[in-house]
């Protein structure tokens, strides 16, 4: 109501105090929650930037976190190649990705059971190729560049490569825009 008046309005808190359950559960879980956020972020910025493409980013920032945890742990933990760790990194974030999209992103069109998730996964790592080839490409060439500077190189390389998995996964995979 707040955010939807063309005024700004006025407001008063009022303390509650509440009682203990009588009977039955709340409905107010996890999900609820993060719908009113994603329903406060849509009246406030929806317009601007779409909620699907956001929640998208805010995935593959998480995406990016894992990327750069197995990749660490590959490139630094182990001592392995910088391009193998990379590869590795990659898919790993990308199967991340898909799966938490499906939960949270697409919802409303997410895929369920085995084979339609077996299924999707494919289609989204095949339509996410380009990006992948694209981002260990950068990564490994900006890595050579810049003599070792490998959380850079990661980092420019999945940059990268998230527009282009946005607007081909949206259409191909869970088909919208």
């Not at 509440?18 to 317009?47: C, N, P, W």
């Not at 989204?124 to 490998?150: K, Q, S, T, Y």
């Amino acid at each position: 109501v707040m955010t939807a008046s063309p005024k700004p309005l006025k407001f008063k808190e009022f303390a509650y105090t509440f009682r203990t359950r009588q009977a039955g559960e709340s409905k107010l879980d996890h999900v609820v929650a993060m719908e009113y956020l994603i329903a406060l972020y849509d009246r406030m910025f929806g317009r601007a930037i779409p909620v699907r493409f956001a929640m998208f980013v805010g995935i593959g920032l998480l995406g990016l976190a894992v990327h750069m945890a197995v990749l660490a742990t590959i490139f630094l933990g182990i001592g392995e190649s910088f391009l193998i760790g990379t590869i590795v990194a990659t898919g790993v974030a990308m199967t991340f990705n898909f799966f938490l999209n499906n939960a949270l992103t697409y919802r409303d069109r997410r895929l369920t059971g085995a084979k339609a998730l077996f299924d999707g996964w494919i289609s989204f790592c095949m339509v996410c190729a380009v990006g992948a080839i694209a981002n260990v490409g950068i990564a490994a060439f900006l890595h050579d560049v810049r003599d070792g500077a490998w959380a850079l190189s990661a980092a420019a390389g999945v940059a990268v490569a998230a527009v282009w998995n946005y607007a081909l996964s949206s259409r191909f995979v869970w088909g919208r825009y």
